[in-house]
């Protein structure tokens, strides 16, 4: 099939970007879409152009490297589906698709479709993580942990990190991610221990880094390709309210 | 003259780790914060190890090319995780999964580091749990397992079918920990192009940041790679696009001897090729196979669809032919009974280069639901590439490369054979022998990061305390650096026509060919005037654009492409030289009469360790001969 192209081409994080269209022909039906980048990627650089750069990795839906803004949607809008899983049969002939990066001030554009996410790392290292040196862990089984309790920590535990829920958020808040793994620990024994600290610490720094406020439209939860769910907001809300009346009692 | 020393500590199998770690030498802690580890790769390996490094007092710097510690390779992993716990009862312990490594890896691999392998599993396991890895638990609460294959037990724990993304995820944020603590600090982005060497030892890195284009210097009194396996030699893959072996290469170049390069896994239940498009194989995790039955028609080139053909016109051709561990068998021999089936004309799908994997009886025994909470999401991902409903109808697979067992030689340390530069993770050689089994790799990579490599790196470390800090200035970084920009300079300098995929598709497809799941020497002979007709063509015509202070792929591409030329060489010389079948390096001339592998222990009991001797010269064989103490050598029998 044949289709137009409309993409953000921009140097680099200094300069100003712009939509630039192309046609592109030959396109299989059995591609994947970013099958079809590569495939007007090569098609550009033997004609002696710039290629696209977009971001990743795996190819796979597992390491969210991967996430453009497709049509207006992140990740194009399929349930539960990462750009890269994304398949050109969602397409016809004589379609124009546009092509964006991720747009959030929290992720600055770094060239063309991709951003810079770093922010996300920032938040984890403010407490998305539980202390356990190496070597002083007791026996696995020691603590048994309820396989619905486990079950839960697993569905929050998938999050891969792709900004789709900052991307599709009209304030760009990052609270599905951060509630993500901070429902993660609060339902497994281990991570109560510093649930108090933990919730404070991420909160502070997500509102730090520029990530916007949750108004409740649930535009993260429908793009988010992994299906983690709006209620670890509500329970991040819970810990954090709990972990502040917690803390004043401690400090009256 | 390299002398091959494997400093595999005295004793009785089962007490070397504990008397060596008795033995190694340790560094107070006052000093720990005074010596700088660079840390290539943090994957799960790179991360567990940053996150015990750190907590011991050292400075690490570690580095990987993502743009997050959390998105490297390990992240695709399904499977599973093994450990000797023996939770299940099941007459499992630390020798049995020891004895199965080696035996699964056809008595390539060294006794003693197997052995701690096998030993370090269960703190592993403790360890993970801990940091928040929720693992799949039984209705008790407790841990579950499940079988993988090649062995009888029940051993493996996971996390539906993303364990490899729990257990990275729980490393890295040990690894974040140590982050926040100031004991490691992160450099992503980064490609690494170049070791630096002073008087013999490794004391730092080149790299490119990949953002900026700028080359930059970092030093250390030590180097650690854990940059992950190259298996996407062949271009189709079931690893990551970004995979590669240019740390590896770049080391290698450097002095440090590459081990077994053509043991390469190759996984027999991937997505069939099924356009020329296509960019990878998705992996379908081989867990499938507890529940699956692997089968092809009984008649050539039957149309009918799968769900029409009767049972009596089904040929299960691995439970006929290995009626003892029937879909179970190790990966080697499933993936060269779906190759022999699919040579012989029975292969099905459009090219005919594909099996069925049938979940029918496992539904109707078990219910559906018990299957999608067994492997959900694998349904959920080959439904969405493939189309097809797998509750419906069955999978169509195929082997496709997967795993390096080959990688850079280290001793019972961890360290290379150029002093101060380690080797961890799928990056170095150390345990799969000639084929890994299932859940084994995740285990050594996160036993080797988190328990042995810190101690071990130890002993070392602790003779050079009285190094200072290493100056970046030294002349060799000047030359490793120069090094670095000129390479760079002369792949933009070529300007041809052909993108640098391109190439790697060409070169992938001339490895799986002649170098892929059987080899033969005509056609060993064969590839090795091909890839360098193909690497020769390289740099005559390949395009890479010119933006060098700048974010630039094709150059990334080039860059590991140039060097996938020089692994694809060694590997052939490798192959052509082991003239016996073992593991995943089948070569015809050594088969039994009925088809499986004749290992010849008489002749290649031992490590092929390669030297590099220069860019178009043939490199020179060091052999490490495996001693077996505490095994017997055994024809590898799964009938
Ligand atoms: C699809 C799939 C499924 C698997 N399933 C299982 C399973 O179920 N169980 C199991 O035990 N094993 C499994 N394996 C194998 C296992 O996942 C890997 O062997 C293991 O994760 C490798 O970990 P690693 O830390 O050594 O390397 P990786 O995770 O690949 O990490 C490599 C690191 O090195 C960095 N790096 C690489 N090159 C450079 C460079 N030049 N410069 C700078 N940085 C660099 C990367 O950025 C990354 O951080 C699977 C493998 C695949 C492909
Ligand atoms: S490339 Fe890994 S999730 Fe898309």
Redesign the pocket.
Known sequence: MNITLEIWRQKNARSKGKFVTYKLDGVSEEMSFLEMLDYFNKTIVEKGGEPVAFEYD?R?GICGCCGLHINGYAHGGAHETTTCELRMTKFKDGDKITIEPWRSRAFPVIKDLIVDRSAFDKILRAGGFITANAGAAPDANAIPIRKVDADEAFDSAVCVGCGACVAACKNSSAMLFVSAKISQFAFLPQGRVEAVQRVQKMVARMDELGFGNCTNTGACEARCPKGIKLTNIARMNREFIGAKLGSQIVRH | MIKLDAKIPEGPLAEKWSRHKRSVKLVNPANKAKLDIIL?????????AASSLGELGYNVKA????DS?R????????????AAKNYRNDGDSVYRLFYDIIKGGDFRAREANVYRAAEVSNQTIDQLVANGVPFAREYSGYLDNRS?GGVQVSR?F?AKGQ??QQ??LGAYSGLNRQITAGKVTMY?R????DIVIIDGKARGII?RNLVTGEIERHSGHAVV?????Y?TIYYL????L???????W?AHKKGALFANPSFIQI?PT?LPQLNDYQCKL??M???LRNDGRIWVPKIKGDKRQPNDIPEEDRDYYLERRYPAFGNLVPRDVASRAAKERCDAGFGVGKTGLSVYLDFKDAIKKQGKKAIENKYGNLFEMYHKISGDNPYEVPMRIYPAG???MGGLWVDYNLMTTVEGLYA????NFSDHGAN?L????????SGE?YFILPITIGDYLAGQIKTPRISTDHPEFEVAEKAARDKIKKLMAVNGKQTPTTFHRRLGKIMWDYCGMVRNEEGLKKAAVLVKELEEEFWKDVKVVDTELELNQELEKAG?VADFFGIAKLMIQDALSRKESCGAHFREESQTPDGEAKRIDSEYAYVAAWEYAGDDKPQILHREDLKFENVELKERSYK
């Open positions: 795996c796979e | 290539v790769g943090t994957g799960l390996t790179g991360s567990a580095f990987c090319f993502q510690p998105r490297a390779h390990s992240v695709a992993a399904q499977g599973g995780i093994n993988f493996t996971y364990t490899g257990c990275l992503p980064r490609d690494m192009l790299t790679l854990a940059t992950g396996g298996g893959s079931t690893l990551a970004g995979s590669n072996v240019s740390a590896a770049a996984h991937s998705t992996l995790s081989e867990s997967h795993y390096t961890i993770g799928e990056a890994r299932g859940a084994g790799s995740l285990m050594q990579c990061g590991r």
